[in-house]
């Protein structure tokens, strides 16, 4: 649990800091995607999106008696704004769902974003996830095993700290 925590971190925390691209237009300022979409009484679905980022599926999900919900009952039930903010949010979940094959947003992402498929219209959010590589070079191995052996320690005080 404290590994699918530290991995949710880096995701979240970009994904809480994007700002809307135009600023306010009572304030002047660019103010927080999240704190737009947490504080949304119209699209207030928004904000459940933030959910996905540590594996956690939209409440509900979307199934009713007689199977899945589709169009119009799905955007009544599920009032997403569609919006640039949202898009962003989920482009940093989608990266971190790609890089990540245990990524907790990678096991949820397929759920999340056919609903949001659905919503928002088809395409709206990409369904398949790629593996991406990450390869890191250096001509100095002891730096690396230096590094990776930092890393680990930083990792082992956190998983501590976070029980």
Not at 8 to 27: H, M, N, Q
Not at 107 to 114: A, D, F, I, L, P
Not at 129 to 150: M, P, Q, S, W, Y
Request: aromatic share 12%.
């Amino acid at each position: 649990m404290a590994y699918q925590n530290l991995i949710s971190y880096v995701p979240l925390y970009t994904a809480s800091c994007l700002k809307i691209i135009k600023p306010s237009p009572t304030t002047g300022k660019k103010e927080y995607c999240f704190t737009q979409m947490v504080n949304d009484t119209v699209f207030w679905a928004d904000s459940y999106v933030y959910y996905l980022g540590v594996g956690s599926e939209f409440p509900g999900k979307n199934a009713t008696e007689g199977g899945q919900k589709t169009g119009d009952e799905l955007r009544k039930e599920w009032p997403f704004s569609c919006n640039d903010c949202l898009k962003r949010v989920m482009n940093v979940f989608e990266d971190a769902a790609e890089r990540n094959s245990t990524s907790p947003v990678r096991k949820v992402w397929k759920g999340g974003v056919e609903t949001l498929n659905e919503v928002c219209g088809e395409g709206w959010v990409k369904d398949t996830l790629e593996d991406v590589v990450v390869v890191a070079l250096t001509n100095n191995a002891e730096r690396t095993t230096t590094a990776g052996f930092l890393g680990l320690v930083i990792a082992l005080i956190a998983a501590f700290m976070l029980l």
